[in-house]
């Protein structure tokens, strides 16, 4: 069962931007978490920034703040990446993850440990060029 569907990967040049979309199923999406995640080759996943899908309060990782914005869209069970000023070290393979359904606050800060995530999508590709 497809729960997760990522969007908006591509190609850019340094400095440009890319909006990635995550499309959710009502039930992956209610109340609970998600996030995005990169990995790159020969590296480990990481993750990128998280949002409590009930409060909307979000967390990010050192490398992109400032540049990078979660976001989510209540009617539309999707949860969007603004990715601004692109490096090409943010070159990798993002992932949007979930986990639903779990007993938080509306201002619980989602972690950014990839184990705490039980559904995740299939990824998008972002390619960032100097």
């Known amino acids: 069962q497809v729960q997760l569907v990522e969007s908006g990967g591509g190609s850019v040049q340094a400095g440009g931007s890319l909006r990635l979309s995550c499309a959710a199923s009502a039930y992956t999406y209610s109340s609970g978490c998600m996030g995005w995640f990169r990995q790159a080759p020969g590296k480990e996943r990481e993750g990128v920034a998280t949002?409590?899908?009930?409060?909307?309060?979000?967390d990010y990782s050192d490398s992109v703040k400032g540049r990078f914005t979660i976001s989510r869209d209540n009617a539309k069970d999707t949860v969007y990446l603004q990715m601004n000023l692109l490096k090409p070290e943010d070159t990798a393979m993002y992932y949007c993850a979930a986990r639903p359904r779990i007993g938080i606050t509306g201002t619980y800060i989602c972690p950014t440990e990839k184990y705490f995530y039980n559904t995740w999508g299939q990824g998008t590709q972002v390619t960032v060029s100097s």
């Open positions: 949002i409590n899908t009930g409060g909307g309060i979000t």
